[in-house]
């Protein structure tokens, strides 16, 4: 019979493992040069303060497969099972909530709570899984590393479809993001602010101690992204010491430093306080009541994005964006997945589905059928006004004009998308090859471009004289510049599309404004460039995989996304480019 070691016994090989790893990444300083910071009268028992109480629970993991952890609960004695409590996690939990270690969690708590300076809050301090070696012979696996430093959501899904509802079987726990803090030390540090950052629908409070927000598995980025990204409603508390690591991924010091001076340009409520202490745990506990005390001042307000404040009209984001507007919102549903999305020379959008093509009016908001047309799939506008739509399984592309005829623009060509010039030249994507069309106005036609892998988005830019796409793989959008008879020449991967950890930047739908400025829908969001290529920052997107972007409305100025079978728009201080009507774009700046 095989041997399974308990979790008991890994936990204790989790906590040897840590303390190797610590101990071989410290760098050595002299005791005498750093400074011993006590703990505070915070951090001790006083009398007439009730003690809450604190339980150890075990949890085997479906998000991280096989993994087994540890994990304690705190209810403070003012605890009513009528009113939600607020919640706090904590990562590396045998850490901070043992009573005789420096962070003292739960007496912390407890004082803090009977002042009222911060509300009645559950803890859940949770270690990191382990997945149990199969025999004594044999090592466990350690996911520390893993969980903590990677950069995408996969932590912030174990936390709210895995520990939270288990712990709220028992307990009442808010729902509202502004009651949720999250807080760490080391990996642990950067894993909390990666769950807030992915998730500030669920988490809005911050504490980083010693944040590892360096190269060990992309955390080093995350400056450049917040300074890229639309700020998120998040109120981060940094620590650290002028003697932590610097080691083969970078310099702890130097990231903190980083991500401070990144979190004041956006604007965001960030407070960082900074000691002489190496990589330990001795200035940030000194410190953490006065950090749970500034972290969950006026807790009864909610935590906003910034949106102009002091500091963050320096933003990139916040030349595009319309303080005024409220972000995204609904603008019209279809009846099945968006298809198809193109604007008219009125500004009028126009969205297919399986049913049919629809209108949205720029002038009333109001949605109509334009054409009862089955399987209709990807829209443009072309010459004269023309409304074309590629017919799925038919090999056809149909031309509608408003009061008119309908008629035919290609036959023959099973197409998966389409562009159209202001000179009435088309160019589609096959949908059977990696390959892209270029269909001339009296029908003659070539292949234009070949390559590995189809277009999952693409676009003219204002002129139309260059032609950007991105494929389904890679993490690069190309410009082509467009010769005299339609093909696609002189490409280059010219735009270095951002991703975090998952299958890449998944782009799904893409438009130009008319600076020239490209828009890419991804999975961080909707990624924008300017001319010369760079990216200059990342608004959020709207809820789902978006397939399709537009510039539309009466002024240009409303961006549209196809999500699913929603329709979505938010106001930008940018403006689209007129359908049938190519515009120059300005001299870059270089």
Not at 102 to 107: D, T, V
Request: glycine share 12%.
């Amino acid at each position: 019979m095989t041997h399974r070691p308990c979790l008991a016994n890994s936990t204790v090989r989790l906590a040897l493992a840590s303390a190797i790893v610590l101990a071989s990444l410290a760098v050595a300083v002299p005791a005498a040069a750093q400074t011993d910071y006590p703990l505070g009268p915070d951090s001790e028992r006083h009398a007439g303060v009730p003690a809450g109480t604190v339980t150890k629970h075990t949890w085997t993991s479906r998000i991280f497969p096989g993994t087994q952890r540890d994990y304690w609960v705190y209810v403070p004695a003012q605890y009513e099972a009528s009113v939600p409590a607020a919640v706090m996690v904590f990562q590396d939990g045998g850490r901070f909530v043992a009573e005789d270690g420096r962070w003292r969690l739960p007496i912390v708590f407890d004082n803090l709570v009977s002042r009222n300076e911060m509300p009645v809050t559950i803890g859940i301090v949770v270690d990191p899984g382990i997945l149990p070696a199969r025999s004594d012979n044999e090592e466990a696996r350690y996911d520390r590393s893993f969980e903590y430093d990677a950069l995408g959501d996969r932590y912030a899904r174990f936390l709210t479809e895995e520990l939270l509802p288990e712990v709220g079987k028992t307990y009442a726990l808010s729902a509202d993001p502004n009651l949720r803090a999250i807080g760490g030390s080391s990996s642990g540090g950067i894993c909390a602010f990666t769950v807030a950052w992915n998730r500030p629908d669920a988490f809005r409070r911050v504490l980083s101690f010693i944040g590892s927000y360096t190269g060990l598995r992309g955390g080093d980025t995350y400056p450049t992204l917040v300074r890229k990204s639309e700020p998120r409603p998040l109120r981060v508390f940094l620590e650290d010491g002028s003697r932590d690591l610097d080691i083969y991924s970078g310099s702890w010091w130097i990231g903190n430093q980083g991500m401070a001076s990144a979190l004041e340009y956006a604007g965001y409520d960030v407070k960082f306080v900074t000691g002489d202490r190496g990589h330990d745990s001795i200035h940030g506990s000194s410190v953490l009541a006065d950090a749970l005390r500034w972290l969950w001042r006026d807790w009864t307000q909610p935590i906003a994005a910034s949106r102009g404040r002091t500091g963050a009209e320096r933003h990139y984001a916040t030349e595009i964006l319309d303080p005024s507007s409220p972000g995204w919102e609904k603008a019209a549903s279809a009846q099945g997945p968006i298809a198809g999305l193109a604007v008219g020379p009125d500004g009028d959008v126009y969205f297919s589905d399986a049913r049919a093509i629809r209108r949205l009016a720029a002038a009333t908001a109001a949605t109509t059928v334009f054409r009862p047309v089955p399987d209709a799939g990807a829209l443009a506008f072309g010459a004269g006004g023309r409304l074309l739509a590629v017919l799925h399984g038919r090999r056809r592309v149909a031309a509608y004009a408003e009061g008119g005829a309908d008629g035919e623009a290609v036959r023959g060509i099973e197409a998966r998308d389409l562009l159209a010039g202001a000179s009435g030249a088309l160019w589609l994507v096959d949908a059977e090859q990696p390959r892209i069309w270029h269909v001339e106005t009296g029908g003659a036609r070539r292949v234009a471009w070949e390559g590995p892998d189809a277009p999952a988005a693409w676009t003219l830019s204002p002129d139309q004289s260059l032609l950007d796409l991105a494929p389904m793989t890679g993490r690069s959008a190309w410009s082509y510049q467009l010769a005299a008879d339609g093909a696609l020449g002189n490409g280059q991967p010219f735009y270095r599309l951002e991703t975090t950890d998952g299958p890449g930047p998944r782009p799904g739908g893409m438009t130009v404004d008319s600076e020239g400025y490209l828009y890419v829908a991804t999975a961080l969001g909707v990624q924008v460039f300017d001319q010369p290529g760079r990216l200059t920052a990342i608004l959020a997107g709207p809820p789902g995989p978006v397939t399709k972007l537009a510039f539309g409305g009466a002024h240009l100025d409303t961006l549209y996304a196809a999500a699913g079978d929603t329709l979505y728009r938010r106001t930008l201080r940018r403006t689209g480019v007129p359908a049938g009507k190519p515009v120059k774009p300005p001299v870059p700046r270089l």
